[in-house]
């Protein structure tokens, strides 16, 4: 048994070594974090509180907003044809939460304390919310995933239990998902005294939402696309053109809201006279209204390299909108900026390579890319997935 | 607009901007009193800068910390309820709950609750009235005690409004005609009265009503919005699988089983049963690459 796992992880290839390498580094530095404390490692400050972590989150959370938004697509509204997407993108969520929940531990203070969300509830609170949804949403999703995991194991007569309980779990899911992505919008309406009034709104909720259901779609099919070079897996291409086929429709939705929301708060003319506002909030106008263009397209639905440049401006326009909310546009006090310090920037990266490893490594010995039933494999594929049998 | 009304038993600050020298006794009492570094005290000062030409130079300064608002918004946004608002008006902090999150660090529209950036495991620095001290009865807060010129005085939070535009109204032409923290936030417990206008001082200008106000109301609606999504999903979902099941039968039932397979039809169409295609293997689809 021990031999064959160090047979196995000789047989991986540099790539995952690489990957560990940096996970491992980024990881000591957090270690060091956790030991040393804010001050000494962050560049945080009274006028910062947050930095690039909490940007860091909010855009992985809309990352992984695909999981919900195809567990609804399939599930919920029984497109079943996009089923085959559901397992690559519901890892792809849970791996996203994971990071999140990683870099919220570090980022608390007193991260000795972090189970107190569970047992002193102020419910008037979004990032009480959050923490609650976030933490509920994850189970659901390893829930989600198990039966990935289960497969080909000694426990795999589990999985029609599992199955049984799909859609309530779905629905769960899904109503929890729309709670928490909307409340990381809501977290910001109380801070309007120093979020850019471009950006706050008290749509923020609903803005959070839109643009998750677009991030997430945009994360499948950059996902499936890069696994199809990367693991020669993929969707089908109908499914992956299918899915592009709700993202014009979703930004469009989201552009209105934004841009009509500002002109009926009177803050149309902020557009262009709040200088490096204006330019950071017309830069994430129009990363989004080139996918819009192009995701129309039906050639590019079906063109896996249109598609990903599409999907790629979908991503960084949702980005760019996080760190806006987060970072870029809330106002200095008294001249005051920040910029993340090495230390952050690297247990970024080493968590980042810590999601991508874990994301190949179970690619490439679980069930992934297939469906729930078992179909016909090439006899090719077998060897990498006999590991979970002894 | 506020949640909180008020008993009359709310104590409150009046700070003369006009009495202030400057000399920070309050901070080092305040340090003191709660054994907190200089460094991160929980009261500092602020001030105009040297003004006008020489001869004729002036310089105006106030003490700084906690405005106690009536609707505060670092209790609305506190993860954990760390932060609470009394019935004596007094916001007090519970150090023994405190994440560390710094949420209520951003939510304050006055910038007031400071961090112990230097510690190992960092707690939130904010006045608390000396609430401690106010316990016996009779003792006031250390800063005011300790103030030689009463530029910080404190009492009962409606004498300290009544003082606060007594003052103003006695002494035309000396102070602004603005009580800074009458409307502030939502209306506060700390009331200033300042001869130069408070942007000069560096305060800032908070809007009247407290962002805390707009937090609940969209916060209040979460049970609600989460019921309507359940019901709305659940509906859905039947809907469509009643409908599919009436239409072609056995189809849609069998959800979470493999129906995938490609679509030949392009484009999303709600509610239509797919067709059963034979199973198609992913992998194989990747290796025609
Ligand atoms: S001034 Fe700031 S810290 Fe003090 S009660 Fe008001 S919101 Fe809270
Ligand atoms: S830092 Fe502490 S007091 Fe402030 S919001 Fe977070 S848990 Fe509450
Ligand atoms: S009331 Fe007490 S805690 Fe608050 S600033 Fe004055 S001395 Fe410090």
Redesign the pocket.
């Known amino acids: 048994m021990l031999k064959k796992i160090i047979d196995e992880v000789k047989s991986l290839s540099i790539g995952y070594y690489i990957l560990a390498v940096i996970a491992a580094a980024g990881l000591s530095v957090a270690g060091y974090r956790l030991y040393a404390g804010l001050g000494t490692t962050t560049n945080l400050s009274k006028a910062f509180p947050w930095g690039v972590w909490i940007s860091f989150d909010l855009s992985t959370v809309a990352f992984s907003g695909g999981a919900f938004t195809l567990a609804a697509l399939v599930y919920v509204f029984h497109l079943h044809e996009l089923h085959s997407a559901v397992r690559p993108t519901v890892l792809v969520g849970l791996i996203g939460y994971a990071s999140v929940l990683l870099i919220l531990f570090m980022d608390l203070g007193r991260w000795d304390r972090f189970y107190h969300f569970l047992i002193y509830p102020n419910l008037n609170s979004a990032l009480f919310e959050v923490s609650w949804c976030i933490m509920l949403y994850s189970t659901i999703l390893i829930y989600e995933l198990s039966p990935v995991l289960l497969k080909n194991s000694r426990w795999s007569g589990a999985i029609k239990i599992i199955e049984k309980w799909t859609i309530p779990m779905v629905i769960a899911g899904v109503t929890l998902s729309t709670l928490h992505q909307s409340s990381l919008g809501t977290l910001f309406i109380v801070m309007s005294p120093r979020l850019h009034a471009l950006w706050h709104s008290m749509l923020l909720p609903v803005f959070f939402l839109i643009s998750s259901l677009a991030a997430g779609l945009a994360m499948v099919i950059a996902g499936a696309i890069l696994s199809y070079w990367i693991f020669k897996r993929t969707l089908a291409e109908n499914v992956q053109a299918e899915l592009a086929w709700f993202i014009p429709w979703i930004l469009s939705i989201y552009l209105v809201l934004k841009v009509g929301e500002l002109e009926i708060t009177d803050e149309l003319h902020l557009l262009f006279s709040s200088g490096k506002y204006s330019t950071l909030y017309l830069t994430e106008l129009a990363l989004l209204v080139v996918p819009l263009i192009l995701f129309a397209i039906k050639r590019v639905r079906h063109s896996r390299g249109w598609s990903l440049t599409g999907a790629a401006f979908v991503l960084a326009g949702v980005v760019l909108n996080r760190f806006n909310a987060s970072w870029f546009a809330i106002k200095p006090v008294a001249g005051e900026m920040y910029s993340p310090s090495w230390m952050e920037v690297a247990i970024l990266i080493g968590v980042l390579a810590t999601a991508v490893l874990a994301y190949s490594l179970i690619a490439h010995y679980f069930p992934l890319f297939e469906e729930t039933v078992p179909v016909e494999r090439p006899p090719k594929r077998q060897p990498s997935l006999a590991q979970t049998g002894d | 607009m506020s949640e909180t009304t008020s008993n009359g038993n709310e104590y409150g600050f009046l700070i003369d901007a006009s009495r202030c020298i400057d000399c920070r006794a309050c901070l080092v009492a305040c340090s003191v009193e709660n054994e907190v570094p200089m460094e991160t005290t929980r009261i500092w000062i602020q001030e105009t800068g040297v003004q006008g030409e020489f001869p004729n130079l002036a310089r105006f300064s106030a003490p700084y910390h906690?405005?106690?608002?009536d609707d505060?918004?670092?209790?609305s946004a506190c993860t954990v309820g760390a932060?609470q608002k009394g019935d004596d008006g007094i916001?007090t902090y519970d150090q023994d709950r405190c994440i560390g999150c710094r949420y209520?660090m951003y939510?304050?529209?006055?910038q007031?609750?400071n961090y112990e950036w230097k510690e190992q495991l960092p707690l939130i620095v904010?006045c608390d009235m000396c609430v401690s001290r106010l316990s016996d009865g009779h003792s006031i807060p250390a800063c005011a005690a300790t103030c030689p010129t009463d530029a910080i005085i404190f009492g009962k939070k409606s004498d300290m409004l009544a003082e606060a535009h007594r003052r103003i109204d006695q002494n035309p032409g000396k102070f602004m005609n603005h009580v800074y923290g009458e409307t502030e936030?939502g209306g506060?417990a700390t009331f200033y009265i300042s001869p130069v206008p408070f942007a000069e001082l560096g305060f800032p200008a908070a809007d009247e009503a407290s962002p805390a106000y707009f937090n609940r109301l969209v916060t209040h609606g979460t049970p609600t919005v989460a019921g309507a999504v359940a019901v709305g999903l659940s509906s859905v979902y039947l809907t469509i699988k009643h409908h599919a099941e009436a239409t072609a039968q056995g189809v849609g039932a069998a959800h979470g089983q493999n129906q995938a397979g490609p679509n030949e039809a392009e484009g999303a169409v709600v509610g239509t049963a797919v067709p059963q295609n034979p199973d198609l293997p992913q992998a194989a689809q990747g290796q025609e690459a």
């Open positions: 906690c405005m106690h608002c505060p918004s670092c209790v932060l916001v209520c939510a304050c529209p006055f007031v609750p904010k936030n506060t």
